[in-house]
């Protein structure tokens, strides 16, 4: 309990006097490291756009590690296995219970693996699918239909889910949209300028909601 309450302290002095993000490093051999450019560019766009001044050095932190302390945001994304040790989920469970904000940005793939090893994290907790009218649709541009389609796979409408502590969104889950690839340099994936900016401003949304709850 001590550990935990030391853990809150530290995060919520953080969220107060910085704004800084990471990417997060797991296990299981899924590509954490996928779509290199996204979240450089999302973090360009927010600080251009929405008066936000965040480090624009990304840092990688591991799920066990007590750095992710350091970050009241955190960024994970790929396209396959997703393994959380019980050391791993611990962590990550303090992390969000204390005030930490993690966006899992399916890329293609993961949603079995990121639905199982969450129950890891949360065992008595859920991911449900997050009401079009919630504050992260509109918390800096409005889209009153929700989570934006940015590239096609399955041909599925996009779905954004999320846990919940009391009523603050702890954890999002955006899957069937892949928000990440309309964040990389526009070469990569050669979207149109108009998806690449939906998914840019759906991405600021994410990160003003993260640092303001």
Same mark, same amino acid.
């Given at each position: 309990?001590?550990?935990?309450?030391? $853990?809150?302290?530290?995060?919520?002095?953080?969220?107060?006097?910085?704004?800084?993000?990471?990417?997060?490093?797991? %296990?299981?051999?899924?590509?954490?490291?996928?779509?290199?450019?996204?979240?450089?560019?999302?973090? %360009?766009?927010?600080?251009?756009?929405?008066? !936000?001044?965040?480090?624009? +050095?990304?840092?990688?932190? #591991?799920?066990? @590690?007590?750095? &992710?302390?350091?970050?009241?945001?955190?960024?994970? !994304?790929?396209?396959? +296995?997703?393994?959380?040790? #019980?050391?791993?989920?611990?962590?990550?469970?303090?992390?969000?219970?204390?005030?930490?904000?993690?966006?899992?940005?399916?890329? =293609?793939?993961?949603?079995?693996?990121? !639905?199982?090893? $969450?129950? %890891?994290?949360?065992?008595? *907790? @859920?991911? &449900?699918?997050?009401? /079009?009218?919630?504050? &992260?649709?509109?918390?800096?541009?409005?889209?009153?239909?929700? $989570?934006? *389609?940015?590239?096609?796979?399955?041909?599925?409408?996009? /779905?954004? =889910?999320? &846990?919940?502590?009391?009523?603050?969104?702890?954890?999002?889950? !955006?899957?069937? @949209?892949? $928000?990440?690839?309309?964040? #990389?340099?526009?070469?990569?994936?050669?979207?149109?300028?108009?998806?690449?900016? *939906?998914?840019?401003?759906?991405?600021?949304?994410?990160? %003003?909601?993260?640092?303001?709850?």
């Amino acid at each position: 309990m001590r550990l935990i309450l030391m $853990l809150f302290f530290s995060l919520f002095s953080i969220v107060l006097f910085s704004q800084e993000v990471a990417i997060l490093k797991y %296990k299981g051999g899924g590509d954490w490291y996928s779509n290199p450019t996204a979240l450089p560019n999302l973090i %360009k766009y927010c600080n251009d756009n929405i008066d !936000t001044n965040i480090n624009e +050095n990304i840092q990688t932190v #591991e799920a066990g @590690s007590i750095d &992710i302390f350091q970050f009241p945001f955190l960024h994970m !994304t790929g396209h396959g +296995n997703v393994f959380f040790s #019980e050391d791993d989920a611990e962590n990550l469970r303090n992390y969000l219970m204390s005030g930490g904000f993690l966006h899992i940005d399916d890329n =293609y793939g993961m949603e079995p693996y990121v !639905t199982k090893e $969450l129950k %890891k994290v949360f065992p008595n *907790k @859920s991911l &449900i699918e997050i009401p /079009k009218n919630h504050k &992260i649709f509109s918390s800096a541009f409005n889209f009153p239909n929700g $989570l934006p *389609k940015i590239h096609e796979h399955d041909g599925k409408a996009p /779905k954004a =889910y999320g &846990i919940f502590q009391d009523e603050r969104l702890i954890l999002l889950f !955006t899957f069937e @949209s892949d $928000l990440g690839d309309g964040w #990389e340099d526009s070469e990569v994936h050669n979207d149109p300028e108009e998806v690449r900016e *939906k998914a840019l401003k759906m991405g600021a949304n994410i990160i %003003k909601y993260a640092f303001e709850h």
